[in-house]
């Protein structure tokens, strides 16, 4: 299997910025997408963003699209996301998941659901 741990969450003001880590363990051959999701109180979780592991191609929300940036160290079995200019919309728990099914490396599902492995998420409050 794979475990997912996020650290990095945390408050910050309107136009701020924070990063989140997600460190990962297992079996890499399964991880064929990573990715970052949200869920807000009362919505429902959205991707957010994501990493083809095979290409590195990357794929954003349009709500993030400029101001978010997914990538990883493999190095280090760490994903990472940086998220810039927040907005009191971002707020939300945040995810860290894994894909084990090559499926989902067209552009049409890496954002969607059918990741099967997940972090416990980080809380991020802009205010």
């Known amino acids: 299997d794979v475990q997912l741990v996020e650290s990095g969450g945390g408050s910050v003001q309107s136009g701020g910025s924070l990063s989140l880590s997600c460190a990962a363990s297992?079996?890499?051959?399964?991880?064929?997408?990573m990715g970052w999701f949200r869920q807000a109180p009362g919505k429902e979780r959205e991707g957010v963003a994501a990493?083809?592991?095979?290409?590195?191609?990357?794929y954003y929300a349009d709500s993030v699209k400029g101001r978010f940036a997914i990538s990883r160290d493999n190095a280090e079995n760490t994903l990472y996301l940086q998220m810039n200019s927040l907005t009191p919309e971002d707020t939300a728990m945040y995810y860290c998941?894994?894909?084990?099914?090559?499926?989902?490396?067209?552009?049409?599902?890496?954002?969607?659901?059918?990741?099967?492995?997940w972090g416990q998420g980080t809380q991020v409050t802009v205010s």
């Open positions: 990493l083809v592991t095979a290409t590195d191609h990357t």
């Open positions: 297992g079996y890499t051959y399964r991880r064929y997408c």
């Open positions: 998941a894994a894909n084990s099914r090559v499926t989902c490396r067209s552009p049409s599902m890496v954002l969607g659901p059918g990741y099967n492995f």
